[in-house]
């Protein structure tokens, strides 16, 4: 059994986990699952991205493609500027993110990230296209999750972000009109996409093939948990 992974470190989006106190039980996982899997003798191969060629090249049995997926970073004016850090790598940049900082994008990943940041005694302002939060949520841990926001956060439900600027993001509220939501530092949590075209490529290169976590559909760990051992059990 041979787990190849392109990054220097396991864990996938579990590594933005460590950034936040409340979750880092979570980004500890991977160090678990990470021990039993040499335990079990599996090797493990990092700095390793599997393309068709080495597939073919390593001729296996069974391929499980668990690639995830990549942050939904649409082509909105300014969403590629410097204020801006992509959700996934706040852990990597928090020291570009200011005092002043808006969340764009209100699920289950912008709000804790909101939380936290308000946490930190930052002015937190959450942007949201829609009229609900964090629908992606457990339904037991989603009240909860609001009370934090309402302590943390100033919310914008049925807003769509228009343009991110030095100031913030202007937005279109529920009647049509133009809205400036201030902020120096922009938070995109606009959720994340399968990684399709590297599971297009590897889908044919093994006689028995499972597609499994994000990779298939953009869900929630435990799901992703469920998935792999199952596939392991079919092989």
Known sequence: MI???????????????????????????TGTYERLARKAGVEIRLNTEVTKELAEEMKPDALIIAVGSKPL???????????????????????????????????????????????????????????????????????????????????????????VTKEGIVCEDKNGERQLVPGTTVICALGQRSRTDVVEELQDCAPFVRVIGDAAKVSTITNAVYWGYHAALDI
């Open 3 to 29: 787990l190849c992974e392109k990054e220097s470190e396991l864990g996938g989006i579990l590594k933005s986990e460590q950034a936040l106190p409340f979750k880092h039980e979570m980004y500890e996982l």
């Open 73 to 163: 970073v649409p082509p909105i004016k300014g969403l590629d500027g410097d204020n801006v850090v992509v959700v996934n790598n706040y852990y990597l940049e928090k020291e570009k993110v200011t005092d002043d900082v808006v969340v764009f994008g209100g699920g289950l990943a912008g709000c804790e990230c909101a939380i936290h940041l308000g946490m930190e005694g930052k002015r937190v302002h959450l942007v949201e296209m829609r009229d609900m939060l964090a629908p992606d949520a457990n339904v037991r841990h989603r009240p909860l999750l609001l009370a934090e926001i309402d302590k943390y956060a100033t919310v914008h439900t049925g807003y769509k972000g228009l343009e």
